[in-house]
């Protein structure tokens, strides 16, 4: 990762994004920073070594700290940002500060930082305002695709940046003790002689020591965030007019890696013809087959109550026409067994257990409001309500520890509506919460976690998009909650949400799939968000109003084209490759053998189909 992405600012706002920074030149051990042209746009700055061996020797004989300093004398406002960046100056206080007649060139050691200022141009793209001790502002840094936080991140190493309490975009900073400053470059080993005199070395000439160790730790984040046998690859190096190579001593910051295309795919059609799928005596001949068609083209409706069974557990994959059978009757017996227990219990030992007596008030709240549009529950003493309060009921007696929360009647009802079976709807139910159950859980972890893992994907998907939510306080991505928690089933319409859930109960092409779903509707709305005035509450509302006018299939067809483009990337990074499944720790056991297998094949296909036909196509 970058310690600072894309320093730099553009004329007429132009989308070149890149910049290189020059860590050590051969003819010269100093480091300055100098903002200057790379000579394809005025506006694009890079930072740069400008000491010549003669302001080496007046730098080592100046035992003062370097100044900013600057070739004009003007007041920077960071209040104000006209429409082509210039880099407004920073007034000089003192004298015989080092200036280069050709560039904008400005230093300043750490000791003389005191606060950062986290804000955001028009356009949507973050910038960060230095400001010395002595109340002066340097030129702004942008970050055209993000990196904010990683250049927050790598400043922490050596001072301490605190939040303002006031304004929570303002990080002031305060020097670390000696000792865990000495102790933070030996762990890093930033200096191959070790960091015992850094402290006076750090007194001496603050701006060199300070900034000389830069590279190390530019590529101490980089190896943190791949393999280390990964080559290194800059997300737009093809669109840079000369290679690393071509000068020693400069190295390319990226800020993440080069996705690469995103494949189209298509939807093929849906399952039928169930029959022909078993064998004499009804066992499913090809299940890997079977859930790979309907997570390509979902199901016909009247062949989905009985392959529904078996996606959601009801029905093992393995069993006969006869195992069926006799799972039927088992399974109907212990049904109502369990719900004869709340069915029996009076109005008197009712009143006498609060935990039973909430349960029933929060059900029969939510049944009488869940998709009251269709018309199998639609209307008074409508028979599917009473079976719907019923089969949560019995839930309750069955997990009694987590018992109902509010959204599992959005859960139940698309399943008892296909089934239209009180018994089936019940065991598919549970099938169901086997997967969401966590999400209901009252530490609510599972769904912190998610939204961790869907930060992470969006990150390395879109930067610019995740940064820009960042800086309008939506980087924790809490307005997906409800996407999450329900799996998208107030997103879409009923009909939708059937072939939604059917294609995400194959767990294909990864277990996470619903937030590739949930990348896919973001990134569909990135052209309504970045650049817009779109802050917090507006986010939220704009999110909520996307209910029900999403095309439920060209967000499938992009969220497995975003899956496709990630795993064709060969330097994902590991974070990304453990939330699509694509690498497990050693300690991991937890993969069926039948579910590896599928996955297995589907991401040899992908990957066979990028190098062959980029395009991959439905059976």
């Not at 006869?322 to 109907?332: L, S």
């Not at 212990?334 to 935990?355: G, I, P, T």
């Amino acid at each position: 990762m970058p310690l600072s992405a894309h320093l730099s600012t553009f004329r007429n706002r132009c989308d070149q994004q890149f910049q290189r920074l020059p860590l050590v030149d051969e003819n010269t051990d100093y480091l300055g920073l100098q903002w200057a042209g790379l000579g394809l746009h005025p506006g694009m700055m890079h930072i740069s070594e400008h000491f010549s061996k003669t302001e080496k020797k007046q730098h080592q004989s100046d035992s003062r700290p370097l100044l900013l300093h600057s070739s004009q004398d003007t007041n920077f406002d960071p209040g104000y940002e006209p429409d082509w960046a210039v880099i407004s100056n920073v007034k000089k206080e003192r004298e015989q500060v080092l200036v280069k007649d050709s560039g904008w060139a400005f230093s300043l050691p750490l000791s003389e930082l005191h606060s950062i200022r986290r804000t955001r141009f028009s356009l949507g793209r973050n910038f960060l305002v230095l400001t010395s001790r002595g109340g002066h502002p340097l030129p702004p840094l942008h970050f055209h695709r993000g990196g904010t936080r990683e250049l927050l991140g790598a400043l922490q190493r050596y001072i301490v940046l605190d939040q303002s309490p006031v304004d929570g975009r303002l990080y002031l900073a305060y020097p670390h003790d000696s000792g865990a400053l000495s102790q933070s470059f030996d762990k890093l080993q930033l200096f191959d002689d070790g960091g015992a005199d850094l402290v006076s070395r750090f007194i001496h000439d603050p701006y060199a020591t300070t900034f000389g160790g830069f590279s190390k730790v530019t590529n101490f984040f980089r190896a943190a965030i791949r393999p280390p046998d990964a080559p290194f690859n800059a997300r737009s190096a093809q669109n840079l007019p000369f290679q690393p190579d071509d000068e020693p001593g400069f190295e390319l910051i990226t800020c993440g890696v080069a996705l690469g295309p995103k494949p189209e795919v298509t939807r093929g059609t849906p399952l039928d013809k169930w029959e022909e799928f078993l064998d004499a005596e009804g066992r499913v001949k090809n299940p890997d087959r079977v859930r790979e068609l309907v997570f390509r083209g979902g199901i016909k409706p009247s062949q989905r109550k009985e392959v529904w069974k078996f996606l959601l557990g009801f029905y093992p994959w393995s069993s006969t026409a006869q195992e069926r059978q006799d799972i039927i009757r088992v399974k109907t017996d212990e049904y109502f067994r369990m719900k004869v227990q709340w069915k029996s219990v009076s109005e008197e030992q009712e009143m006498r257990n609060s935990l039973l007596r909430g349960y029933r008030n929060l059900i029969e709240r939510d049944v009488n409001r869940t998709d009251r549009h269709n018309t199998f529950f639609s209307g008074n003493d409508n028979p599917g309500l009473t079976l719907l309060h019923d089969v949560l009921m019995t839930y309750c007696m069955y997990n009694f520890d987590l018992g109902y929360v509010q959204g599992m009647s959005d859960l139940l009802a698309p399943i008892l509506f296909v089934t239209q079976n009180e018994v089936e709807s019940f065991w598919c139910l549970t099938g169901f919460m086997e997967l969401l159950h966590q999400n209901f859980e009252e530490s609510q972890e599972a769904m912190k976690q998610q939204l961790n893992q869907l930060s992470i994907l969006l990150k390395a998907l879109d930067p610019e998009l995740f940064d820009f939510l960042d800086s309008q306080d939506s980087g924790s991505l809490c307005f997906c909650f409800r996407w999450l928690l329900i799996w998208f089933k107030r997103e879409f319409s009923f009909e939708d949400i059937l072939i939604l859930w059917e294609a995400l109960w194959t767990r294909l092409p990864c277990e996470n799939f619903h937030l590739l779903i949930a990348c896919s509707i973001l990134e569909s709305q990135r052209g309504e968000l970045i650049g817009s005035d779109h802050d917090f509450n507006t986010i939220l509302k704009h999110i909520n109003e996307l209910t029900m006018k999403l095309d439920l299939l060209e967000i499938i067809q992009r969220a497995e084209g975003i899956y496709l483009q990630m795993i064709q990337c060969k330097e994902l990074p590991q974070t990304v490759q453990q939330v699509l499944g694509l690498y497990v720790s050693s300690s991991s056991e937890d993969d069926s053998p039948d579910n590896s297998e599928t996955q297995r094949l589907l991401l040899s296909q992908s990957q066979a189909g990028a190098t062959a036909a980029p395009v991959p196509t439905y059976p």
